[in-house]
């Protein structure tokens, strides 16, 4: 089993639509939680951390569920420019070592 | 100017060549990481460094040896590739200032073919 799992995708998502999607982890001891964004043959970019209280970023919002070990992030009124690969990262200790989900791909379209 | 570089940015090679890929950061932060990334696959990390005298193996190093020539140049390289080690490879830099998460900034990749 992988550590962080993800929907690949593809979301297909109407433009103005909400889209989410969630990933799971499997290490209980898993400290810290982020989204990354990845266009097309371009390098990960900080999207937003995952916050224990949840966490809102102007039209994206994130979710952690220790419980039931997964993150969410919801995409309010997507736009074309949100269509990329979400990629949810894990850090398990000190160290800033990052684990990398395989990313849901969001398609965005007119 | 971009703050982390990667070269060079595609690269095709046969099997059995030696290949060295260079990153080179302005950013001046201390640690430096390589990754790839397959289809699928998300990132997996190759080897970190947290300060040039550090040299730490990841979750897939076999394969590969790293230089930290430098606090601002990780180099990688494959000794002998082979083909299972086409993809596309990323370095990234984080400030270790702190001992807590230090977002991670990514170079523009590096394409890597091995016929």
């Known amino acids: 089993r992988k550590e962080v799992e993800q929907d690949p995708g593809p979301f297909n998502v109407p433009e103005g639509a909400t889209v989410a999607f969630n990933c799971t982890y499997s290490n209980s001891a898993s400290q810290s939680f982020f989204w990354y964004r990845q266009d097309c043959r371009k390098e990960p970019k900080l999207l937003m951390s995952v916050y224990s209280s949840g966490n809102e970023d102007g039209r994206f919002t994130a979710q952690l569920n220790r419980a039931s070990q997964y993150i969410s992030l919801l995409i309010r009124d997507s736009k074309l420019s949100d269509s990329a690969t979400y990629l949810c990262v894990v850090r398990r200790a000190a160290g800033n070592k990052l684990t990398f989900g395989g990313g849901t791909r969001v398609l965005v379209k007119p | 100017d971009a703050d982390v570089t990667q070269t060079p940015r595609n690269r095709i090679t046969k099997t059995g060549k030696r290949i060295m890929l260079e990153c080179s950061q302005t950013k001046g932060h201390d640690r430096m990481y390589w990754y790839r990334q397959d289809p699928g696959l998300g990132l997996r990390l190759i080897y970190y460094s947290f300060d040039v005298k550090d040299i730490n193996k990841g979750e897939i190093s076999d394969g590969y040896s790293v230089s930290r020539q430098a606090q601002a140049k990780f180099s990688l390289s494959l000794e002998s590739a082979i083909p299972n080690q086409t993809a596309l490879y990323f370095c990234?830099?984080?400030?270790?200032?702190?001992?807590?998460?230090?977002?991670?900034?990514f170079g523009p990749g590096t394409r890597l073919t091995v016929l």
């Open positions: 990234a830099t984080s400030d270790g200032a702190g001992g807590s998460y230090n977002e991670q900034f």
